[in-house]
């Protein structure tokens, strides 16, 4: 990162976090007129739930790429990059087209409303939603950043909404029981649009009870449509209006194979809308899917495997993975975690499944003190940063064990970093 303008745009983004998360639709409201609307230009999905969103939409955006159409997407958070945030067919923004987007919002919002002001996820929606104008996207596939009801995203009247699962995370922000935070993920339900979740139990009686208030089909996973393993990364898919036999999916996880089904059923509504795909454009498209950060193996020798778990839930999926394919395995946990995380619960959930936890503090001023999880941790040291919590876990695994790394997204794009350097 060297050109100026780029590094002075991010600059000013950083700085409207300041404002932290401020729920409600009037700013995104404001800064999106000032620009004269550009979510109005395209057609798009909408996608909240508590895991597996971006998966997906990752999962979505390649199919209907596949497919011949031209795909905008927009997820968070980022990895490594801002850039990786905003997409047009799996290409990231470039850093001259944040910086120019970036000046063009501010100017036009401050014209609009001088003495208004903007959090960091408003601005950065609005420039996704410019930048999918400018490169005249068919389709866009849209994800929450946090909750749906009261989310920037919620400006749009998509085609369909997604809600993934329903699970404890953002407790503060959406509510301490599961049927409060449903009902925030809910929120993103438009009247008339279909609805596709994977949630279970009270959290889909929420889902379904909002779907009939505003007259909306509910397509349930499990019930209108299925999926069952066939594999590791494979199974087979019973839809709407297909049945698919052996499906490979090019990511790791049993999980995956469930957010698949949620993505194949999206493309089975919106295929009467105009945006098909056939078989082969979808089975091409899954077997070669890439999602940074999801059970990603970045080094063999020693094995490394990066994976998002941010909540307990996360965290048990991830526990069933490494139990299931490595349970041989020498394997040392570097785990960094945000301070309102279940962050204990995810500890106890891989206590009998990695010989040694090495814990760290990613550089966010979000994130949990080390020391505060010695005592959770059974077999644990302390770090003190993501880089030095690797090497120790190099030393630790040897060249034949098994580092894991996990616990936020922050660690895992500190570590994706360090990596190369290091291994």
Same mark, same amino acid.
């Given at each position: 990162?060297?050109?100026p303008?780029?590094?002075g745009?991010?600059?000013?983004?950083?700085?409207?976090?300041?404002f932290?998360?401020?729920?409600?639709?009037?700013?995104?409201?404001?800064?999106?007129?000032?620009?004269?609307?550009?979510?109005?230009? +395209?057609? !798009?999905?909408?996608?909240?739930?508590?895991?597996g969103?971006?998966?997906?939409?990752?999962?979505i955006?390649?199919?209907?790429?596949?497919? @011949?159409?031209?795909?905008?997407?927009y997820?968070?958070?980022?990895?490594?990059?801002?850039?990786?945030?905003?997409?047009? %067919?799996?290409?990231?923004?470039t850093?001259e087209?944040?910086?120019?987007?970036?000046?063009?919002i501010?100017?036009?919002?401050?014209?609009?409303?001088?003495?208004?002001?903007?959090?960091f +996820?408003d601005?950065?929606?609005?420039? $996704? +939603?410019e930048? +999918? &104008?400018?490169k005249?996207?068919?389709? !866009?596939?849209?994800e929450?950043?946090?909750?749906?009801?009261?989310?920037?995203?919620?400006?749009?009247?998509p085609?369909?909404?997604?809600?993934? %699962?329903?699970?404890?995370?953002?407790?503060?922000?959406?509510?301490?029981?599961?049927t409060?935070?449903?009902?925030e993920?809910? @929120?993103?339900?438009k009247?008339?649009?279909?609805?596709?979740?994977?949630?279970q139990?009270?959290?889909?009686?929420?889902?379904?009870r909002?779907a009939?208030?505003?007259?909306?089909?509910?397509y349930?996973?499990?019930?209108?449509?299925?999926?069952?393993?066939?594999?590791?990364?494979?199974?087979?898919?019973?839809?709407?209006n297909?049945?698919?036999y052996?499906?490979?999916i090019n990511?790791?996880?049993?999980?995956?194979?469930?957010? $698949?089904a949620?993505a194949l059923?999206?493309?089975?509504?919106?295929s009467?809308?105009?945006?098909?795909?056939?078989?082969?454009?979808? &089975?091409r498209?899954?077997?070669?899917?890439i999602?940074?950060?999801?059970?990603?193996?970045? &080094?063999?020798k020693p094995?490394?495997?990066?994976?998002?778990?941010?909540?307990?839930?996360?965290?048990?999926?991830?526990?069933? =993975?490494?139990?299931?394919?490595?349970?041989?395995?020498?394997? $040392?946990?570097? =785990?960094?975690?945000?301070?309102?995380?279940?962050?204990?619960?995810?500890?106890?959930?891989?206590?009998?499944?990695?010989?040694?936890?090495?814990?760290t503090?990613?550089?966010?001023?979000?994130?949990?003190?080390?020391?505060?999880?010695?005592?959770? $941790?059974?077999?644990?040291?302390?770090?003190?940063?993501?880089?030095?919590?690797?090497?120790?876990?190099?030393?630790?695994?040897?060249?034949?064990?098994?580092?894991?790394?996990?616990?936020?997204?922050?660690?895992?794009?500190?570590?994706?970093q360090?990596?190369?350097?290091?291994?």
């Amino acid at each position: 990162m060297n050109d100026p303008a780029y590094e002075g745009s991010l600059a000013y983004l950083y700085s409207l976090e300041k404002f932290g998360s401020v729920f409600g639709l009037d700013n995104i409201f404001r800064i999106l007129r000032s620009i004269d609307n550009p979510h109005r230009s +395209f057609r !798009a999905i909408h996608i909240a739930g508590t895991n597996g969103k971006g998966s997906v939409a990752t999962m979505i955006a390649c199919i209907l790429k596949a497919a @011949g159409y031209r795909v905008g997407k927009y997820t968070s958070p980022h990895l490594v990059s801002f850039t990786e945030r905003i997409t047009v %067919n799996e290409e990231e923004i470039t850093e001259e087209d944040v910086a120019l987007l970036t000046g063009y919002i501010r100017e036009r919002a401050a014209r609009e409303c001088p003495d208004g002001f903007y959090t960091f +996820f408003d601005f950065t929606t609005a420039m $996704a +939603f410019e930048y +999918f &104008r400018r490169k005249k996207v068919d389709i !866009a596939v849209i994800e929450t950043g946090l909750g749906g009801r009261l989310d920037s995203t919620n400006i749009i009247e998509p085609l369909v909404s997604i809600i993934t %699962n329903v699970t404890f995370d953002h407790m503060k922000e959406l509510g301490g029981t599961v049927t409060q935070i449903a009902g925030e993920k809910a @929120g993103i339900i438009k009247k008339g649009i279909p609805v596709i979740t994977g949630a279970q139990w009270r959290s889909r009686e929420v889902i379904e009870r909002v779907a009939g208030e505003t007259a909306s089909t509910v397509y349930v996973l499990g019930r209108d449509f299925s999926f069952k393993k066939s594999g590791r990364k494979c199974m087979s898919y019973r839809g709407l209006n297909r049945t698919l036999y052996d499906v490979a999916i090019n990511l790791d996880g049993d999980h995956q194979l469930s957010n $698949a089904a949620l993505a194949l059923c999206a493309i089975d509504v919106i295929s009467g809308l105009g945006y098909d795909a056939s078989e082969s454009q979808i &089975r091409r498209a899954l077997s070669s899917v890439i999602w940074q950060g999801r059970l990603e193996m970045v &080094r063999e020798k020693p094995l490394v495997i990066l994976d998002g778990a941010h909540n307990a839930s996360g965290v048990r999926a991830l526990r069933r =993975f490494i139990r299931t394919n490595y349970r041989d395995h020498r394997k $040392a946990m570097v =785990f960094g975690v945000m301070r309102d995380k279940q962050y204990r619960k995810m500890l106890e959930s891989m206590n009998d499944c990695i010989d040694l936890a090495i814990l760290t503090r990613p550089r966010t001023d979000r994130a949990l003190d080390a020391a505060v999880m010695k005592n959770v $941790a059974r077999n644990s040291i302390v770090a003190t940063d993501t880089r030095s919590a690797l090497e120790q876990a190099r030393q630790f695994a040897g060249e034949k064990g098994l580092i894991l790394v996990t616990g936020s997204f922050y660690t895992i794009g500190e570590a994706k970093q360090a990596v190369n350097e290091l291994f």
